[in-house]
């Protein structure tokens, strides 16, 4: 079958890390948006730059920008099947996922990752990644074998500036403003289904291949 999935969840619920073994699981996409957006900042290209200094102070980039990346993306030969992670971010970009991309579209499931604030701080606040590999690590639950350094390649780990701690309670308040009634847009179309993210990665992956193989969530 062909699966196409969008994760909906706040900051830090592990869209990236169940986006990536769901693509990796299928043979299939793995489109986020976040990915794409610090691509294009890192190339320095001209939407990096007019998007650079919004993002480091938790701002989304707008619908147009954002749908025009999306579009692109899903027009690659690998994207007949995917995991979209960061799109749809909001009611508006549903309707146009929907309706313009109708096609791309068929089939689709939502899958919604559901965490407490408290674990959203806890999680982004001691994330760091490494600029050259993007590999992910956390300073108490995944740390790297050196400190400051990444397992892969040695480079000196970094921090997100939309994980510090005012950029985080800033996109969260803006989650809960613009993208949870994405909740009731899939809800009413029978096409959401709601996983406890709490727990360890592996646990919630089962979570969620239970659901997508239409078994009952455990």
Not at 48 to 72: P, T
């Amino acid at each position: 079958m062909t699966v196409r999935l969008v994760l909906l969840g706040a900051p830090g619920s592990g869209k990236g890390t169940q986006g990536k073994r769901l693509a990796d699981h299928f043979g299939i996409a793995h489109i986020s948006t976040g990915d794409l957006i610090r691509d294009q900042i890192a190339r320095g290209t001209a939407f990096g730059l007019k998007v650079e200094e919004g993002i480091a102070a938790g701002n989304f980039v707008s619908d147009n920008d954002i749908v025009n990346l999306v579009s692109e993306r899903l027009s690659e030969p690998d994207a007949t099947g995917y995991v979209l992670d960061g799109f749809p971010r909001d009611v508006a970009q549903a309707v146009i996922f929907e309706q313009d991309f109708e096609e791309a579209s068929g089939g689709l499931r939502t899958i919604e990752l559901s965490v407490t604030p408290e674990t959203v701080l806890e999680r982004l606040a001691g994330r760091l990644v490494c600029p050259q590999c993007d590999a992910v690590y956390h300073e108490t639950y995944c740390p790297p074998k050196t400190t400051g350094r990444c397992d892969n390649d040695g480079s000196d780990l970094v921090r997100r500036p939309d994980d510090e701690p005012v950029a985080i309670l800033h996109r969260l308040d803006i989650y809960e403003q613009v993208t949870l009634p994405l909740r009731a847009f899939y809800a009413e179309r029978s096409l959401l289904d709601t996983i406890p993210a709490e727990d360890d990665p592996d646990v919630v992956f089962r979570r969620i291949l239970e659901v997508v193989t239409h078994k009952s969530v455990i």
